[in-house]
């Protein structure tokens, strides 16, 4: 297997202007949580998937305040708290995704679930491709679909 050597960037810009668009808004929640120091994501989406998001940050020990269409996160370089409880996500597949590939870092046992059509949504592929990498997951109900435990 080929490697690639991925060398992190000193610094980005603390501000991005965010699209209104829930995909993007959790992107950038996800992003911001794995920074150092606080992001400021001007025209984020509130959205039941940017409110499941920042909830499950929340119980990660990452803080996010909402000033209107602004989130200030206050990034902890992907050092996150056990969440003591499963974390949940409700539809938001991209949150899903981003979560589970962003928790293998975190050195703790967590899972990952969502609501009932969250748990019909097909996550396989990426057990697998994480898994490849040396993480390890695994689909609650060994149907490759949500709950997810890391």
Not at 66 to 95: K, M, R, W
Not at 137 to 146: A, D, E, H
Request: glycine share 10%; aromatic share 6%.
């Amino acid at each position: 297997m080929e490697r690639y050597e991925i060398i992190p960037t000193s610094r980005i810009a603390e501000t991005h202007a965010v699209p209104g668009s829930k995909s993007y808004t959790n992107r950038a929640l996800t992003i911001a949580a794995l920074a150092r120091g606080s992001s400021t994501l001007h025209g984020a989406l509130e959205s039941d998937d940017t409110h499941v998001a920042r909830a499950a940050l929340k119980h990660l020990g990452v803080t996010v305040e909402q000033y209107g269409l602004t989130f200030v996160v206050h990034g902890h370089q992907g050092e996150f708290i056990d969440p003591q409880q499963p974390l949940f996500l409700g539809n938001s597949g991209t949150a899903t995704r981003f979560f589970t590939a962003m928790l293998t870092l975190a050195g703790f046992p967590c899972t990952i679930t969502g609501n009932a059509r969250m748990q019909e949504r097909p996550i396989a592929d990426l057990l697998e491709a994480l898994n490849q990498l040396g993480a390890e997951l695994t689909s609650v109900q060994g149907n490759g679909r949500p709950p997810v435990h890391i």
